[in-house]
């Protein structure tokens, strides 16, 4: 499957390059076309797959304006419709409409099967802007699950929506289908009780594999808008936000968005392809995979492999195969071991590798990346100390190989009072 995923996106970038006169990049995909034919791809085609993409968002960035520039009014009003329906890759001022966004969101919508989407800034502005409009500026109650994602947890303690909220409207609740913490708390709708009548739900752990018609589902099929991260699986070359929902819910996001210029910028659209997003279910799938053969040859002696509770999970009704998406969790058995050690003696050990494991901050990279959890700012007061291993669209022997090589190094590995 990974292999299928890659060349497709090969060749897709390829002929995105050739349209934007980015003949350099055309080339550089051209070799990696033909070198990827036997063989799964390995850290190096990741990373020059990313070259060739920058390349090509150079060559698209170079003809971008802020506002475009038109010889008559009529050409103007003409162009400016256009770009409303996504058939021009235009726009009259930038932070207000582009064409090119358009017509991304609707491959976004299309490859979720949402009616509409909308991209900003980060995914944080995303969860900000759906939660202002969610709730009609903080009218409508809001409720969360007793745990949330440290930034979230942030942003709803110290960012006001807006209004007092009035107890008697209908509530408005937040949640993830799992939370990414270690505790990965299984959030059921059903939990938080009467009144509820619509959600807002970030769902970066799963992303396409978890599309919106089995979100709406799980929802009991009331009104939803559900967040991601652009950087996440789409691509780690920006950041960025998909709000995607309802038309008149995404749209009045959309308007939200435009009026605090939140709203992802040309540049950074350059760097979104039509084709990554139409592959993303193929390729979080592929995720998935390798990070099921990554947990199976985790030694369970050393470490315990965190997981939602499969009961909650169907009681859920969230489907068991996601599991944790790309993400693996563990906590050491030994009290005394050095998670920051490990990590750091893991890294070198699979520098020679074809598949190298890189120290690398959030989650969904193509390869395989990691860090270490403790008491620390980036961590939830009551955190444990543990690892977080994000597994790449990597081929599962090498997830298997990646595996062993941390088994090894976790020999030894113990906190200096411990010493």
């Known amino acids: 499957m990974n ?50 993409v920058r390349m090509t968002a150079t060559a698209l960035s170079a003809r ?24 021009s890759d235009g726009t009259f001022w930038d932070t207000y409409e582009h064409g090119r966004r ?51 947890h942030d942003l709803v303690r110290n960012v006001p929506l807006g209004r007092p909220a009035d107890p008697s409207l209908g509530a408005v609740a937040f949640l993830e289908p799992v939370t990414n913490a270690p505790t990965l708390d299984v959030n059921d709708p059903a939990d938080l009780g009467d009144g509820t009548d619509r959600f ?33 699986y789409l691509s780690g070359l920006i950041s960025g936000g998909v709000v995607y929902g309802d038309r008149d819910a995404v749209d009045a996001v959309r308007t939200y968005a435009r009026r605090t210029g939140a709203l992802l910028q040309g540049a950074a659209l350059a760097y979104l392809a039509p084709a990554d997003i139409r592959l993303a279910r193929q390729r979080i799938l592929s995720h998935i995979t390798a990070a099921d053969a990554f ?14 509770d499969p009961a909650h999970l169907h009681r859920a009704g969230i489907p068991a195969r996601l599991r944790t998406g790309s993400l693996v969790f563990l906590r050491p058995l030994d009290d005394s071991t050095d998670c920051a050690a490990v990590v ?11 598949q190298p494991v890189r120290l ?60």
């Not at 594999?209 to 589902?217: C, G, M, S, V």
């Not at 969904?364 to 980036?378: K, N």
């Open 3 to 52: 292999r299928d995923w890659f060349a497709e996106r090969l060749a897709a970038a390829r002929t995105a390059a050739i349209e934007a006169g980015a003949g350099e990049a055309a080339s550089l995909l051209g070799t990696l076309t033909a070198a990827h034919n036997s063989r799964p791809p390995t850290i190096t085609d990741f990373e020059r797959y990313d070259d060739a």
């Open 64 to 87: 971008c304006l802020v506002a475009d520039q038109y010889p008559t009014m009529d050409h103007f009003w003409s162009d400016a419709a256009a770009q409303e329906q996504g058939l």
């Open 102 to 152: 358009r017509r991304l969101e609707q491959a976004l919508a299309a490859a979720y099967g949402a009616p509409d989407a909308v991209l900003v800034n980060s995914g944080m502005a995303g969860i900000h802007a759906a939660l202002v409009t969610a709730t009609e500026h903080g009218s409508r109650p809001l409720r969360l699950p007793a745990r949330q994602y440290f930034e979230t």
């Open 200 to 232: 807002v739900v970030d769902n970066s752990l799963f992303g396409h594999a978890f599309p919106y018609a089995d979100l709406r589902a799980w929802l009991g099929g009331r009104p939803a808008l559900v967040v991601e991260s652009v950087a996440k």
């Open 295 to 308: 947990s199976a040859h985790v030694d369970k002696t050393l470490w315990h492999v965190m997981e939602p």
């Open 344 to 354: 750091d003696r893991w890294i070198a050990a699979t520098a020679d590798l074809d």
């Open 360 to 419: 690398q901050a959030g989650f969904g990279w193509p390869w395989t990346t990691t860090r270490s959890y403790g008491v620390d700012r980036l961590n939830q007061p009551d955190g444990p100390r543990y690892v977080r291993i994000s597994v790449g669209a990597v081929d599962p022997a090498h997830a298997a190989e990646q595996a062993a090589v941390l088994n090894t190094m976790a020999a030894g590995c113990k906190t200096p009072s411990h010493a």
